[in-house]
């Protein structure tokens, strides 16, 4: 096998680790035709980063501050765009992403897309395989942890239909915003401390983004309305008035989490008191 065949073929382990990881975690069965869609139009969002380059090439500036202002703008900014571009196209107009986990997935997916290409890249650039290595330890990880800042956003837009109830709750299009500036800026700090020789600071940046991600991953898993789940209690949402299960903390129908506290058996839809079993059915609960 060519080194060109070889750097293909090795270009997507990393990617395809990752991306088995993140599917592992979905409360609900695997979708192929969305994942393999937001994988590559999240590999094609690479050539919106390289068509930027060609047309408006910035210089990094020589000062500290200056620099980092560059990567968080510039190379985080950008390229954080690029890949919720491709979630945008790929993923968003489908009748099977509705919810905060639908978010995640993809950006996740086109993430891993992007990373691959990137992979690939480095690999031709260096023409040495072997920085595959620190790349699918780090840096592969790091741009689904990124990602998935604002791909929960883009969840719960999707979810809440847009509303935001006076108390804040809901997601709009400003929070989506939002959280896609705080993806490119943990991005652009992260390259910044790479660059700078700092690797102390970068793996403290990305030991922030990790655990980010994985209060994220569980938070669309807990609110997502298609999760398996043995629980048999359920609250009542003032705002929509829709049930959900005890341990959710939106609601799947409406995205608010302004709950009743009294908990509901699924099945006779009494109150129910501590224990493992309804007081009046006598239904297990858990």
């Known amino acids: 096998m060519n080194f060109l065949a070889q750097a293909f073929v090795l270009s997507w382990l990393p990617g395809l680790f990752w991306l088995a990881y993140v599917e592992s975690r979905s409360p609900q069965p695997l979708i192929w035709s969305r994942l393999v869609l937001t994988f590559l139009a ?22 500290l501050l200056g620099s980092l202002v560059f990567f968080c703008v510039i190379v985080g900014g950008l390229e954080e765009s690029c890949k919720m571009l491709a979630v945008l ?3 968003w107009p489908r009748r099977d992403f509705r919810e905060a986990w639908d978010g995640v997935g993809c950006a996740s997916a086109a993430a891993l897309g992007f990373a691959t290409a990137e992979n690939f890249h480095y690999v031709m650039n260096y023409q040495d395989a072997g920085v595959l290595l620190s790349r699918s330890l780090s840096a592969t990880f790091a741009h689904v942890a990124m990602s998935g800042i604002w791909g929960f956003a883009l969840g719960l837009r999707k979810q809440s239909g847009g509303r935001v109830s006076p108390q804040g709750r809901g997601a709009g299009w400003g929070t989506v915003l939002e959280a896609l500036v705080w993806a490119a800026i943990f991005h652009g700090l992260y390259d910044w401390c790479l660059t700078q020789g700092w690797p102390w600071a970068a793996l403290l940046v990305f030991g922030g983004l990790v655990i980010i991600f994985r209060q994220r ?14 629980s048999q209690l359920v609250r009542e949402c003032r705002a929509c008035h829709g049930l959900g299960r005890s341990e959710y903390r939106y609601c799947p129908q409406c995205g608010e989490q302004d709950w009743d506290e009294k908990r509901l058996c699924l099945a006779c839809l009494k109150e129910c008191a501590e224990g493992d079993r309804c007081s009046h059915c006598q239904r297990l609960l858990v």
Do not use: I, K, N
Request: aromatic share 12%.
């Open 42 to 63: 999240g590999g094609l969002s690479v050539f919106g980063v390289q068509l930027f380059h060609m047309v408006y090439d910035p210089v990094q500036p020589e000062s």
């Open 89 to 91: 196209v790929a993923g």
């Open 217 to 230: 991953l569980q938070e669309s898993y807990f609110t997502s309305s298609r999760r398996q789940t043995s």
